[in-house]
């Protein structure tokens, strides 16, 4: 499996912006699709985006389209999530995901390796 530490989680304002790291160890990166998950308390854990292994393809969950973006550097074995735009809705613990056999399902039960995560807290 692959080793994931996410970091850039933090505190801002609504209508302000932070930028999410996940470094990744172990493995190829460049063999595996990646994502970005978040959980809010009391909630299941729901699929934020993702993206091929050459970065080509990216996937939004509707509720970030337009403000949110992915990203990845493969020779920095890290991917990215740059988020604008942010509601206090968007609280949440933010979990990095990776899997080499992703077939585009938004569940989190189809992938396989996982971050420990990073608070993000949107004040209004």
């Known amino acids: 499996q692959v080793h994931l530490v996410e970091s850039g989680g933090g505190l801002v304002q609504a209508g302000g912006s932070l930028r999410l790291s996940c470094a990744a160890s172990g493995r190829p990166f460049r063999s595996y699709v990646m994502g970005w998950f978040r959980q809010a308390p009391g909630k299941e854990r729901e699929f934020v985006a993702a993206?091929?292994?050459?970065?080509?393809?990216?996937y939004y969950a509707d509720s970030v389209k337009g403000r949110f973006t992915i990203s990845r550097d493969n020779a920095k074995n890290t991917v990215y999530l740059q988020m604008n735009s942010l509601k206090p809705e968007d609280t949440a613990v933010y979990f990095c995901a990776a899997d080499q056999n992703w077939r585009g399902s938004y569940s989190a039960r189809d992938f396989g390796s996982w971050g420990q995560g990073t608070q993000v807290t949107v004040s209004s």
């Open positions: 993206i091929s292994w050459s970065g080509d393809s990216t």
